[in-house]
């Protein structure tokens, strides 16, 4: 009988487009993820994806079998999270949705501190708050609002998406063209560089160049890695452009390591949220977490 692991690496190959998306939303390793996807191609007897430099692409076969499995799938999470609370009588656990990112820099060093089990999940936000509309997760952390009845959203804090270069980097030219505010020679400097990106989709980059530029950024990045924290270990001490969310970098910003090289002509702004049940049985447990939250940020 088939490993119903396999569908689920399955599902979220499908939807962050690669291994390592799907290897970091389920907490496996990248060859675990390859290994759980072969197996199921081979069970079923034909490719379910097409794999290009950039992307996992899904054949017909693989789009028809995602569409056949989601809502089991989905069922199925739901029954696992829900039998999962009812035999946690003493210790509540709760389920926090975030980028991979954000958690990093903020919830990893403390989640020995809380007296409660936590479940940190990845993913797109729609998802997400999808997911938070069912009982899933508890509280996420957002960029994005969704309207859902029974849904409340906080503010607590704000994001400037920035270019930053590692602190090698010789913007001594930049400087001077952004003083004399031309446009097209910025534009034509910025793409002469080395630029990092992350393997899924680059909105900070492509928000960036749309208000800056209006239009949209004509190029990739040289260097692929996996995550933005990846992206801020690369620049420091060293060369190369990329565009991220300040408190990524705020500590290497303040010893050095990177610098800021421009928040464009008009600075593009991001409010996070605090998205959680406006009735839940958990309120001082994600009360806790919210403090914690905002202490840090």
């Known amino acids: 009988m088939v490993n119903l692991e396999w569908y689920r690496t399955f599902k979220y190959v499908y939807k962050t ?25 081979s069970y079923v007897g034909y490719k379910l994806f097409d794999r290009t430099s950039r992307k996992m692409v899904p054949t017909e076969k693989g789009k028809v079998l995602y569409n056949f499995i989601t809502d089991a799938l989905c069922k199925l999470e739901e029954a696992e999270k829900n039998f999962q609370r009812s035999t946690e009588k003493n210790t509540p656990t709760i389920s926090i949705g975030m980028c991979f990112e954000t958690f990093q820099i903020t919830l990893e060093p403390y989640l020995a501190t809380f007296p409660f089990n936590v479940i940190i999940q990845f993913g ?17 952390i957002t960029p994005q609002m969704i309207s859902k009845n029974a849904i409340e959203y906080q503010a607590f804090s704000s994001e400037t998406i920035i270019l930053i270069a590692g602190s090698e980097t010789d913007s001594n030219d930049f400087d001077i063209l ?35 530029f209006n239009k949209h950024a004509d190029f990739r ?5 996996p995550n933005l924290n990846s992206i801020v270990r690369c620049l420091s001490n060293s ?32 409010t996070l949220y605090f998205a959680s049940k406006k009735k839940t049985i958990y309120t001082n447990e994600i009360q806790l977490i919210k403090d914690t939250f905002t202490k840090i940020m």
Request: proline share 5%; net charge negative.
């Open 221 to 225: 990045p040289n260097y692929i890695v």
């Open 124 to 140: 797109e936000y729609p998802e997400m708050i999808e997911n938070l509309d069912k009982g899933i997760l508890d509280l996420i």
């Open 178 to 212: 952004k003083k004399q505010n031309d446009p097209i020679k910025i534009e034509e400097w910025l793409k002469k560089q080395r630029w990092y990106g992350t393997t899924g989709d680059m909105e900070h980059l492509r928000r960036f160049w749309q208000l800056n």
């Open 239 to 270: 060369t190369g452009l990329a565009v991220i969310p300040d408190f990524l970098c705020k500590s290497e910003l303040e010893s050095g390591k990177i610098k800021l090289l421009w928040e464009g002509k008009t600075p593009l702004k991001n």
């Open 17 to 41: 487009g690669t291994l390592t998306g799907a290897a970091e939303a389920l907490f496996i390793s990248q060859p675990g993820v390859s290994l759980h996807l072969s197996s199921l191609e």
